[in-house]
């Protein structure tokens, strides 16, 4: 899905504006300082079209670093973005902050739509228009705590997305894209090193591919990868206050940019709440998935029991994804990387023919019928495969379908046709 970030200095009223897209309370009011959520991204849907929105709000700014920090957190939002809405207070004016920013926009050439929030009488009106002044087109007057002027600035908006998102899942020429995902001093920038260090680095872009300086072409056995926002892994951030967004809000930025993560999880220690927070990020995107158990060469035997349960009931929810053990350090098993990225890709563009499906769920359905729900069943019509990356199946029936019984075509359907490393998705329609 075409991504939308909003972005802006803090206070300017991004979270309610967000609130306001997406038609829920989900995301956190108050857009202050010390708020702090992990959630950036939301599903959102306007005038027929389905897009993501991505706030950045939340992200908690001390005073000091103010500038720096809202101009970063900016940057990863415009590179993951395909259209920016920048939210500027039009009761305050413009800011130097908000100038920085307007100079990330300028430099990414990426659309924007400008947004002058806290219009609530005419005094403010003028105000907005005074924005005019920032040379990024027209301001569009917002309440967004009351909701006036969201209906223009939103079809503002969906003229600027497009109507595919150039680092979704559209189909990708060249390179397969590749995002190393985990929590930090899991060794993302160890494990990148090696690859780039032990292989050829090529440096100019192949043609055909859109590239992002944050990007990085490697060669691996034969064939060019895209590492997308390696920036962010060579360049440590270190951060105390709000780094868990932060962390969350990179992981995102990768994931979308990506067509696979590799999840790194360290073996020599348990799992983190943050560990299983990449995990779902990375399953809720579609992605395919490899993971990779870095730091092997600190396994102790005593603890191989210990990870083996961990695996089996932490890891419940990707148990299709290969997984790898690995050293970053020693480059033991890196041979492996590869194969098993390619595996998981092959699994994401997979399609299964009508035909197949349907004789597959007729022998399933003939073996284990739907259970009886108040004495009548629904019937399976048809079903058909609505999309690859990732697969996605539609089945047709007379009846709501239980969920268990969904759960039990989606496992016999990774028994008969694999899928490995892709997550796979299987909705119902009704029909009397
Ligand atoms: P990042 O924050 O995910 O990029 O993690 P780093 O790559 O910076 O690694 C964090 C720490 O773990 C560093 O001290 C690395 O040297 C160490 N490390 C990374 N991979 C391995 C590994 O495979 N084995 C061991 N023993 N240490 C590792």
């Known amino acids: 899905l075409p991504v939308l970030a909003v972005v802006g200095r803090p206070n300017v009223g991004k979270s309610t504006l967000v609130n306001r897209i997406i038609g829920r309370r989900e995301a956190v009011v108050e857009d202050k300082p010390g708020v702090t959520r992990d959630r950036v991204s939301y599903p959102a849907e306007w005038g027929g079209r389905n897009f993501m929105v991505v706030d950045t ?35 305050v004016g413009p800011t130097a902050t908000d100038e920085k920013v307007v100079k990330l926009l300028r430099k990414s050439g990426k659309p924007v739509v400008l947004c002058a929030n806290k219009v609530d009488g005419p005094r403010a009106e003028a105000d907005a228009s005074e924005l005019w002044s920032l040379g990024l087109g027209e301001p569009y007057p917002v309440s967004a705590l009351h909701g006036r002027g969201t209906g223009d600035l939103l079809e503002a908006a969906m003229k600027a997305l497009p109507t595919t998102s150039e680092h979704g899942v559209a189909i990708q020429q060249g390179p397969r894209r590749v995002a190393l995902v985990g929590r930090p001093n899991v060794g993302k920038s160890s494990l990148l090193n090696k690859v780039a260090g032990s292989e050829r680095v090529v440096v100019d872009s192949t043609a055909g591919t859109t590239r992002d300086p944050v990007d990085e072409l490697i ?22 206050q709000g780094a868990d967004f932060y962390a969350s809000l990179r992981t995102q930025a990768a994931i979308e940019k990506a067509e696979v993560a590799v999840v790194l999880l360290d073996a020599s220690v348990s799992l983190t709440e943050q560990d299983t927070r990449v995990i779902s990020q990375v399953i809720e995107s579609g992605r395919a998935v490899v993971i990779a158990y870095n730091k092997w060469d600190l396994m102790d035997e005593d603890r191989r029991p210990y990870l083996e349960r961990e695996i089996e009931k932490e890891l419940v929810q990707v148990q299709w994804a290969p997984r790898v053990n690995i050293s970053a350090m020693t480059g033991w098993h890196m041979d492996r990387l590869v194969p098993a990225l390619e595996r998981s890709l092959e699994s994401w563009d997979t399609r299964i023919s009508t035909g197949k499906l349907n004789s597959f769920l007729g022998e399933l359905v003939a073996a284990h019928p739907h259970p009886l729900r108040g004495g009548k069943q629904p019937r399976i019509l048809f079903a058909t495969q609505a999309s690859t990356r990732p697969p996605r199946f539609v089945i047709f029936s007379t009846g709501f379908l239980e969920a268990g019984y969904r759960r039990f075509i989606e496992r016999r359907l990774r028994e008969t046709f694999g899928f490995e490393g892709s997550p796979i998705s299987i909705s119902v329609r009704v029909r009397e």
């Open 57 to 91: 709000g939340g992200w908690e700014v001390d005073a000091r670093g103010l500038d720096a920090r809202v101009a970063e957190q900016s940057e990863i939002a415009i590179g993951l973005a395909d259209a920016i809405m920048f939210v500027v207070d039009a009761t």
């Open 219 to 240: 060669v691996l056995k034969g064939k060019p990868w895209t590492f997308v926002d390696t920036a962010g892994i060579r360049r440590r951030v270190h951060q105390t």
